[in-house]
């Protein structure tokens, strides 16, 4: 497929139980080996508290910006094929631990609402574990409502996040 045809996705990807920053890296490396998978860039470690459900251990958060040939339904599939390879199961309660959470947050400029994706992602302009990542990433960006990323972190009054480590996606590979 012609690079024209490629579209620019974000992703949000976060981690609580193991090693999240081992698995958040493990999930890039897979993302960044994927042949539908170009240009991966992605930002900063964050660490956050838990939203939802308290008692759990605070999560590792990054987002991933990359260019891909898949369409929004094929590359949600693919996320959440990823997501299970790296040992997430889905039952237990809905906001609590987890191994790995890989979340389509945008994907180029398209607005989707149907019963199995919504985009841009629901949740991610009232969640700061997304929005520093992204910000890092795209700190000029304009959403597809016209809000502008900044004005949206500077309002967010979510959880409080933290700077944790850079991470790496080897360019070699």
Avoid at 8 to 15: D, K, T
Avoid at 47 to 53: F, I, K, L, M
Avoid at 72 to 91: C, H, I, K, Q, V
Wanted: glycine fraction near 6%; charge should be negative; include cysteine.
């Amino acid at each position: 497929m012609p690079d024209s045809e490629r579209v620019l996705a974000w992703i949000g990807l976060g981690a609580n139980l193991g090693d999240p920053a081992q698995t958040i890296q493990a999930a890039l490396d897979q993302l960044h080996g994927h042949p539908d998978v170009h240009a991966l860039v992605v930002s900063s470690l964050y660490r956050s508290e838990p939203v939802g459900y308290d008692a759990q251990p605070d999560f590792l958060n990054a987002v991933a910006r990359f260019e891909t040939d898949l369409k929004p339904l094929a590359l949600l599939e693919m996320l959440l094929d990823l997501e299970s390879a790296l040992g997430r199961t889905r039952s237990g309660l809905r906001f609590g631990p987890r191994v790995i959470d890989l979340d389509l947050l945008l994907y180029g400029d398209a607005t989707i609402e149907s019963a199995r994706l919504s985009i841009p992602h629901p949740r991610m302009l009232v969640r700061r574990f997304v929005l520093e990542p992204l910000a890092e990433l795209e700190g000029d960006m304009i959403f597809p409502d016209g809000s502008r990323l900044l004005s949206v972190v500077r309002r967010c009054k979510d959880q409080r996040v933290s700077q944790e480590a850079v991470l790496s996606v080897d360019p070699t590979m």
